[in-house]
């Protein structure tokens, strides 16, 4: 297969959807904050995801699974975007001369749920490969809602994400019912969530994601947040060796009908609660 060239982007903090590079799975994103270039892996090229978050970025997203990956594909454009981002070519004109920026990350991150897709342990390979034959020494990161870690598959695919240096950013908003059921709109029972954290942090480092925002101008409630932590020291205190949690409010507009009720907390909110997680033990990061 020739190898596809990636179309210049020109950097920001916002992602670059892969289409704009000309490419069906990767995409570059630069994160300052990381002090690099975050190159993602969208294997769900159908928006389709098993949840509905409110806060979800995704235009026209589904309910669904991701597709089979066509792994070659996406050996391909992964081997391109990272020659591109080497020489400079994958970054606009103007911003070519000026330092430039390291890859510091690939992200299994996109339009859906990646650990719907059929082949995604299969994926996880092929990116450590490319790795390995670029001799790039950099972390893979899956953003999981974690929902299919109670299948021996998925749990594989993580074991093989571990064996290669990877780690797992978790999502886990909410631990009533209730709030689960309005915030990531799944019937799941929080019980069964923190058994896949548990999971997942048995077969692969394994970081908490948890978004907090406002509705209707009211942030969360003190019973949420509560219940929220009580749900964490659980988990930990079974064991569940967690490696961390990220605290983030809203960082791009919802693609969801439920946007216009939607606020971010502000930052001191969110600082507040990330020191009732570093009570419990935690080390915490605000994004
Ligand atoms: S799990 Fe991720 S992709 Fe799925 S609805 Fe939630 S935010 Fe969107």
Redesign the pocket.
């Known amino acids: 297969m020739n190898s596809p060239s990636p179309r210049r982007v020109s950097l920001s903090t916002q992602r670059h959807e892969s289409d704009e590079c000309g490419l069906r799975y990767v995409y570059a994103v630069l994160s300052r904050r990381a002090g690099g270039v975050s190159v993602g892996v969208n294997v769900s090229t159908n928006r389709a995801?098993n949840?509905?978050?409110v806060?979800?970025?995704?235009p026209e997203?589904i309910r669904g699974q991701s597709p089979a990956v066509d792994l070659a594909v996406l050996e391909s454009e992964l081997g391109s975007v990272l020659d591109a981002a080497a020489s400079g070519a994958l970054f606009a004109e103007a911003e070519r001369n000026v330092a430039r920026p390291p890859v510091v990350d690939i992200a299994f991150a996109g339009?859906?749920?990646p650990t719907t897709s059929p082949n995604f342990g299969d994926a996880v390979d092929v990116v450590a490969r490319v790795l390995r034959e670029k001799s790039l020494s950099v972390p893979v990161v899956l953003i999981t809602?974690g929902s299919q870690v109670s299948h021996a598959a998925t749990r594989d695919a993580l074991a093989r994400l571990s064996s290669h240096g990877g780690r797992v950013w978790f999502?886990f908003d909410r631990a009533t019912p209730e709030a689960m059921a309005l915030c990531?709109s799944t019937p799941l029972a929080p019980e069964k969530h923190l058994r896949r954290l548990r999971e997942c942090s048995d077969v692969c480092p394994t970081w908490v994601q948890s978004c907090w925002f406002a509705i209707d101008g009211e942030a969360p409630s003190e019973r949420e947040v509560s219940e929220w932590l009580s749900a964490l020291e659980s988990v930990v205190r079974d064991g569940a060796a967690l490696r961390g949690v990220q605290l983030y409010s809203l960082a791009r507009p919802s693609m969801q009908p439920e946007a216009p009720r939607l606020s971010s907390v502000d930052r001191p909110w969110l600082l507040a609660l990330a020191a009732r997680v570093e009570a419990l033990g935690l080390s915490v990061s605000v994004a």
């Open positions: 995801c949840w509905r978050c806060y979800c970025q995704v997203l339009d859906g749920e809602n999502k990531n």
